[in-house]
């Protein structure tokens, strides 16, 4: 069956640190890009960060650089999102989706195949 299964998430306090977890599943995962996208209540999901599985190449989003780091252990199939100081405009559910082939840059273009159930992430001020 194939699954990509989101943890990590909670409620931290504006600074702290947060590690995401995608577990995959049920399919090969070295021939996609894994994506991790966020929605905000009200607003659109919008990419946050991508790795090419593979070979490794990353992406990030203006917003998140020099604080997030995304990252993959091919053998557990998962693929993380290290997300240090956190600001409550960080707030989201986040979901990770992953797309076939190799995509860089503007996340609003990834053809996802597959997405998670998401995780809830609250950041308080």
């Known amino acids: 069956e194939l699954q990509l299964v989101e943890s990590g998430g909670g409620l931290v306090q504006a600074g702290g640190s947060l590690r995401l977890s995608c577990a995959a599943s049920?399919?090969?995962?070295?021939?996609?890009?894994i994506g991790w996208f966020r929605q905000a209540p009200g607003k659109e999901r919008k990419g946050v960060s991508s790795?090419?599985?593979?070979?490794?190449?990353?992406y990030y989003t203006d917003s998140v650089k020099g604080r997030f780091t995304i990252s993959s252990d091919n053998a557990k199939t998962t693929v993380y999102l290290q997300m240090n100081s956190l600001k409550p405009e960080d707030t989201a559910v986040y979901y990770c989706?992953?797309?076939?082939?190799?995509?860089?840059?503007?996340?609003?273009?990834?053809?996802?195949?597959?997405w998670g159930q998401g995780t809830q992430v609250t950041v308080s001020s």
């Open positions: 790795i090419v599985s593979r070979i490794g190449s990353t």
């Open positions: 989706a992953a797309a076939q082939g190799s995509y860089y840059g503007d996340m609003d273009f990834y053809d996802n195949d597959y």
């Open positions: 049920g399919f090969t995962f070295d021939d996609y890009t």
